[in-house]
C-alpha cells in the first residue's frame, strides 16, 4: 500500500530559485477559517504584519471578534459565512447531507469555511489566494514568494508540513512504533487558483487531500518548502476516531488506486473490500504492540471501521464526485 503520498505530486522546483531574487508575489487574499483558538490567530496574524493585502477570517460568529488584535496588520475583515446564500448551497451538496456513521461531527465547520472562501475569492475577483489555518508557524516571505512562483504553473501550491506531525490519531500511534511518516500538503497552507481548482472540499475527514484530488490527476500540484504546525494533544478526545476513519479509508484509498494508475477502479467493490480489510489488520496489528494509554482509540477505530463496507466508500465517492459538478456550477454562479 502507498506509504509515501508525495510520490504523487511534484516535490521542489529547481526553476522557482531562478524568480527569487528579483521578484515579489503575493496571494491576493489571505483566508483564515477561525473557531475559538485565538491566541493561535493572533501570534499568526502578528507574523503577517508586513502582508500588505487582504485578510479575510472567516469566522462563525461576530463575537469572535473581539479578542482578535488587528491593530499591526494592514487590511484585515471578518466574515461570517453563516450569513451568505451561496453557504445554503454548499449545505445542500450531497456529502454534506448524507447522515451517517462517518459524520459524527458535531459543529466542525472548517470544510463550509474553506469551501466558502474559494468562493468568496472568484466573487471578489481574486486569481490566487493563500489558505492558512491558524495553527501555522514558520510563514516568511520568501516561504509565499515560492509559493506564488509555483501556482503559476499548477492550480495548488502549498509547504510540507515538518515537526508535529499533521496526521490522525492512528498515524500519531503510528509514529509512536517507528513508523515511517511523510509529511504531505494540507489544507493549513495551500495556495489556490480558485478558477483552475476543480476541487471542494467534502464533509469528510481529509477533505483537503479529496480537495486536490482533481489536481493531482491533472499534475497541477506541487510542494514548494516546508512549514510548522503548533502541536496539540492528539488524545485529549477519543471521538476523534469517530470523526477520522471514514475519511482515512477514503483518501487513503483513493490515493493507493491514483499512485497504481488504476483510478477507475475507484468504483469497485473488490478493491474497497480488499482495502478495508487491509486496514483492519493493519490496524489490528497495530494493537498488538500499543501501549495501554493507546488501545482504547485503536479499539475505537477497529469499532468505527467495522461499520464501514465497500458500498459506502462507493456511495460516498459517487456523491463526492456529482458533488465536484455541482459545486463547479456555483462557482460558475449556475447552481
Known amino acids: 500500500m502507498l ?35 485565538y491566541n493561535n490567530l493572533n501570534e499568526l496574524l502578528l507574523s503577517l504584519n508586513w502582508f500588505d493585502r487582504e485578510i479575510i477570517i472567516l469566522v462563525s460568529d461576530e463575537n469572535e471578534t473581539t479578542q482578535i488584535d488587528t491593530t499591526k496588520n494592514y487590511k484585515v475583515s471578518f466574515v461570517n459565512c453563516s450569513k451568505f446564500e451561496v453557504t445554503g448551497k454548499i449545505k445542500k451538496l450531497r456529502t454534506f447531507k448524507t447522515v451517517s456513521f ?20 472568484i466573487q471578489n475577483g481574486f486569481d490566487s489566494i493563500l489558505l492558512i489555518d491558524d495553527d501555522i508557524d514558520g510563514i516568511t516571505k520568501r516561504i509565499i514568494n515560492k509559493g506564488m512562483i509555483a501556482l503559476e504553473s499548477n492550480n495548488i501550491s ?20 517507528g513508523e515511517p511518516y511523510y509529511p504531505f500538503l494540507s489544507g493549513n ?59 482515512e479509508v477514503i483518501a487513503e484509498g483513493l490515493f493507493e488506486l491514483i499512485s497504481q494508475q488504476k483510478f477507475e477502479d475507484r468504483y469497485s467493490e473488490k478493491f474497497w473490500n480488499e ?61
Open 275 to 335: 482495502y478495508l480489510n487491509y486496514r483492519k489488520s493493519y490496524v489490528e496489528e497495530l494493537l498488538q504492540q500499543a501501549d495501554k494509554k493507546y488501545v482504547p482509540f485503536i479499539k475505537e477505530s477497529l469499532t468505527t471501521s467495522e461499520k464501514i463496507k465497500a458500498n459506502n466508500c462507493i456511495d460516498f465517492i459517487k456523491n463526492w464526485e456529482e458533488d465536484i459538478l455541482t459545486f463547479k456550477k456555483i462557482k460558475n454562479n449556475e447552481g
Open 189 to 247: 497552507f495551500l495556495f489556490i487558483n480558485p478558477n483552475k481548482t476543480d476541487g471542494f472540499f467534502p464533509l469528510i475527514y481529509n477533505e483537503d487531500w479529496l480537495f486536490m484530488i482533481p489536481s493531482i490527476n491533472q499534475k497541477k500540484i506541487s510542494a514548494v518548502d516546508m512549514i510548522f504546525q503548533k502541536s496539540y494533544d492528539p488524545f485529549d478526545d477519543i471521538c476523534r476516531i469517530k470523526l477520522q476513519e471514514f475519511g
Open 158 to 177: 502549498g509547504c510540507l508540513v515538518e515537526g508535529f506531525p499533521d496526521t490522525s490519531v492512528i498515524g500519531h500511534i503510528e509514529q509512536k512504533y
Open 102 to 121: 462517518h459524520h459524527d461531527i458535531d459543529d466542525w465547520d472548517l470544510p463550509i469555511k474553506r469551501n466558502f472562501a474559494l468562493l468568496h475569492a
Open 3 to 37: 506509504e509515501n503520498p508525495q510520490t504523487l505530486i511534484n516535490i521542489g522546483n529547481n526553476s522557482i530559485n531562478d524568480f527569487l531574487e528579483n521578484s515579489e508575489r503575493l496571494p491576493d487574499a489571505i483566508y483564515i477559517p477561525f473557531l475559538n483558538r
